[in-house]
């Protein structure tokens, strides 16, 4: 695929005005305190006649403003952030070591920098693995490194991508990519895994909202607008949206996804319509509505999202909520109903509700289950699908209550001694031989399966702040706070409890340091919550009834 060539003038205009001119269909809540953030003109000035191709990143990371930091890398701004825990500084120190350049300007982030063990492709800036760095340079307003990958990214996805002499769709953004250095010529190039380098070979379906999401982050931060409004942009944000809003033969306004196709990275049964992919599905389509510009093509794409959105919205509160009194009613279900008043829609056996759920499930809470699909319910917890399903405005104001009732109500199964558990329970025995593969990284309370993951925290902390419990995500921060550090960051945490360090997690992983710092700095000044969080849509009346867990 060629890049778009055309006009790089962008409509000037600060993020109020961005957004309102979507409509009022998702309001994103300027007038609240944590959605208040800085709304000032910046300057466009952008060549026209050279294609995006021929730029370099140097040039076009000077589109629109002045950058808001005296000078990338140097001394952090002085600020309480610094002064809070003896933690913060070293966690910013680590972070910066991990900072990857291109040709002088900075791009991203290392996955870690653990020389101990081998490398592998930890030594790649990985889309997913940077979103929490990229939050924690922007809420120190450090923008460059930001914009850059946001436009490295950005023109990697224009790459022809083959593999096995299969053609993958255009839309599809690199799960990673890696500076390569001739020392020779003194040269640089980059290397980009789009799936045919990973293990299991699966493209990464969540790179692509995450680019969408931080992209958001990015505007919604610095008020630049222009960024966003680059035809190259707007076409990104296009072809990504043509691979997951096109018709085909599912029912489902879900999206349907391999294993392996996001952060569970490796076969973990979460194949069919995994909830990490669905609520980043949610909430990428609503960033994409306030990012696109009015014009013809953008205006039949918002159509487009919003026809979906409601539907998604529908199936997910409807289909993939659980609580108590949802968890009866599958227990009762009848089989084999046939036309269109089925009450089992997909054809669920009641005998195949696992024991665990039982005792699992709290008087007052509720979750998003981890899949549905015919005849089979996943009724796992995950944490990230959750999460990101709180601040995306997917779960409705009750639901998201009740998501925090249940942590707090099974605080020492979801998050034990260290912050938090990627999925609950655990798969073990002839199951864990069927679902994983005999994955010896994925036994029981390791790695995915069950395994604590301190990345996670920023999720959470966003969320407690969204739903007005700031203090259990201090509680969370302070079990980190107490290991995290002299543990050298490591990557996960193994252990129903998560007491002991992953068996084969690197040391110095950047997102369990950004993700630390970016829960750290939203505690501090709770206003960073506007660049990943979205107001609940007033106009899109939830069609599920409160529960008896809602209830007081």
């Known amino acids: 695929m060629s890049p778009v060539h055309g006009d790089h003038t962008g409509q000037n205009g600060n993020v109020r005005s961005l957004e309102t001119t979507v409509g009022t269909l998702f309001e994103i809540g300027e007038d609240s305190d944590v959605m208040r953030f800085r709304d000032r003109p910046w300057p466009v000035n952008v060549e026209r006649k050279r294609s995006f191709d021929e730029r370099s990143i140097s040039e076009l990371s000077n589109i629109g403003s002045p950058c808001r930091r005296s000078c990338f890398l140097g001394s952090p701004r002085p600020s309480s952030y610094y002064e809070a825990h003896p933690m913060v500084g070293d966690a910013w120190e680590t972070l910066r070591r991990s900072v990857v350049h291109f040709r002088g300007q900075p791009v991203g982030t ?5 020389h101990s063990v081998e490398e592998l492709n930890y030594d790649q800036v990985f889309v997913r693995d940077f ?4 939050l924690a340079f922007l809420m120190n307003r450090e923008d460059e490194i930001v914009k850059n990958f946001l436009l490295k990214t950005l023109r990697l996805q224009s790459w022809e991508k083959i593999v096995d002499q299969f053609k993958l769709g255009e839309g599809v953004m690199p799960a990673s990519f890696k ?4 020392p020779v010529r003194n040269f640089e190039t980059i290397t980009a895994d789009f799936g045919e380098s990973a293990i299991g070979r699966v493209a990464p379906v969540d790179s692509g909202f995450w680019w969408i999401i931080l992209l958001r982050a990015y505007t919604k931060s610095t008020g630049d607008t222009s960024l966003s409004e680059m035809p190259e942009c707007q076409n990104g944000i296009r072809l990504i949206l043509s691979l997951c809003l096109s018709e085909g033969f599912d029912t489902f306004p879900t999206l349907l996804c391999a294993d392996g196709c996001c952060m569970i990275d490796r076969r973990m049964g979460v194949y069919g319509y995994p909830i990490e992919i669905q609520a980043l599905f949610f909430m990428a389509l609503r960033c994409a509505l306030v990012l696109l510009k009015q014009d013809n093509v953008g205006k039949e794409f918002v159509k487009r999202i919003t026809d979906r959105l409601h539907a998604l919205s529908y199936h997910m509160r409807s289909y993939f909520w659980l609580d108590l009194k949802q968890l009866n009613d599958i227990y009762r279900y009848k089989t084999e109903e046939y036309s269109h008043t089925a009450v089992n829609k997909f054809n669920v056996m009641p005998d195949s509700l696992p024991n665990w759920v039982f005792d699992f499930m709290p008087s007052r809470g509720g979750y998003f289950i981890g899949n549905v699909s015919p005849a089979r319910m996943d009724f796992r917890w995950f944490c990230l699908g959750n999460c990101v399903a709180i601040l995306s405005s997917l779960a409705t104001l009750e639901q998201a209550s009740a998501i925090m009732d249940l942590i ?12 938090l558990k990627i999925c609950y329970p655990a798969i073990e025995s002839h199951e864990w031989r069927i679902v994983t593969g005999c994955d010896p990284k ?3 309370w390791s790695y995915h399966n069950g395994g604590s993951w301190p990345v996670l925290l920023w999720l959470l902390t966003a969320a407690c702040i969204k739903t007005g419990r700031p203090q259990i995500a201090r509680r969370a921060i302070e079990l980190a706070e107490s290991r995290l550090s002299k543990d050298s960051w490591p990557e996960y945490y193994d252990g129903e409890l998560g007491r002991y360090m992953g068996k084969q997690a690197r040391k110095f992983q950047t997102w369990s340091i950004a993700g630390y710092l970016v829960a750290k700095m939203m505690l501090e000044d709770p206003s960073h919550l506007g660049m990943i969080s979205l107001e609940e849509d007033k106009q899109m009346k939830p069609l599920v009834k409160r ?4 209830s007081s």
Not at 110 to 114: E, I
Not at 131 to 134: K, Q
């Open 547 to 550: 529960s008896a867990s809602w």
């Open 110 to 114: 290392l996955a870690a920098v653990d």
């Open 408 to 419: 707090e109500s099974r605080w020492e199964e979801l998050v034990g001694e260290m912050p």
């Open 442 to 444: 994925n036994t029981r």
């Open 179 to 182: 500076v390569l250095h001739d």
């Open 131 to 134: 979103v929490p760095s990229a």
